[in-house]
């Protein structure tokens, strides 16, 4: 899986995005999205037991429609990414698209643990895909929307005893974005999903990713639940605590 290149306007790289994310997730959107042949389905006829229905892949695929919502919004397509007040528009959209991704992410991260009953951090190397595919890892993403999208002001660091403000509030008066889906040039000293851990009093930009770069990892979640049920046999029992007898419609 490769990520496209990027387009001009938004509008143009919104609906690239949102034609990534439905073909790979092999969705279809109509109202609301549908999912018959997505990953979701599939699971449910392959390892559901005759006559029952598991509420988390039904729900995980109702659930992740959020961001297919997000991906069909035209609003800002007429925004542009050069523009200071639009820019800040924009800067908001991809934050709200950022927080559906870690509620996304973080399904796929409990449910893993409880399936090989090993720690977050293991989990999320198992989620992360290789270097060649993508430049952070998937503790690098929380981080970033923890950081940024979420708005948390501080962490605690417990060696050191004290509360550390993250810098994004430091160094934001009246911060300018750079956005990695613009023609634009990069500035220096930007915030970036890679040094987030680096202060830089004279940093004035903030990066925002790719929305496929989201959309990606997203993915990756998929195809790593799905490795996962493919080759344990037992995960598959261990799945059944959400399986409930159904009567044929």
């Given at each position: 899986m490769i990520i496209k290149k990027t387009k001009s306007t938004f509008?143009?790289?919104?609906?690239?995005?949102?034609?990534?994310?439905?073909?790979?997730?092999k969705r279809k959107r109509y109202i609301n999205d549908n999912f018959n042949n997505s990953y979701e389905c599939y699971w449910q006829s392959k390892y559901c037991r005759l006559g029952y229905h598991n509420?988390?892949?039904?729900s995980l695929g109702e659930w992740n429609t959020h961001l297919t919502d997000l991906l069909c919004d035209s609003?800002?397509?007429?925004?542009?990414?050069d523009n200071k007040e639009q820019s800040k528009s924009i800067f908001r959209y991809?934050?709200?698209?950022?927080?559906?991704?870690?509620?996304i992410i973080t399904d796929f991260q409990e449910v893993l643990m409880y399936l090989r009953n090993e720690s977050q951090k293991k989990i999320r190397t198992l989620m992360t895909p290789p270097k060649k595919y993508q430049t952070f890892n998937l503790q690098d993403l929380f981080a970033y929307i923890n950081n940024i999208a979420k708005h948390k002001?501080?962490?605690?660091?417990?060696?050191?005893?004290?509360?550390?403000?993250f810098k994004y509030h430091e160094v934001n008066h009246?911060?300018?974005?750079?956005?990695?889906?613009s023609k634009l040039r990069k500035p220096k000293n930007t915030i970036n999903i890679n040094n987030l851990s680096v202060v830089s009093k004279r940093t004035s930009y903030l990066e925002i990713m790719r929305l496929n770069e989201i959309i990606f990892q997203v993915?990756?979640?998929?195809?790593?639940?799905?490795?996962?049920?493919?080759?344990?046999?037992?995960?598959?029992?261990?799945?059944?605590?959400f399986e409930k007898r159904v009567r044929s419609r």
């Open positions: 509008k143009e790289i919104r609906i690239d995005a949102k034609e990534y994310w439905l073909d790979l997730t509420s988390f892949f039904c609003r800002l397509d007429n925004y542009r990414f991809y934050t709200r698209v950022l927080i559906i991704v870690s509620e002001i501080a962490s605690f660091d417990t060696r050191a005893g004290m509360r550390n403000l009246h911060i300018r974005y750079y956005f990695k889906d993915l990756c979640c998929y195809v790593a639940l799905d490795w996962e049920l493919e080759n344990n046999k037992h995960f598959v029992n261990k799945m059944r605590i």
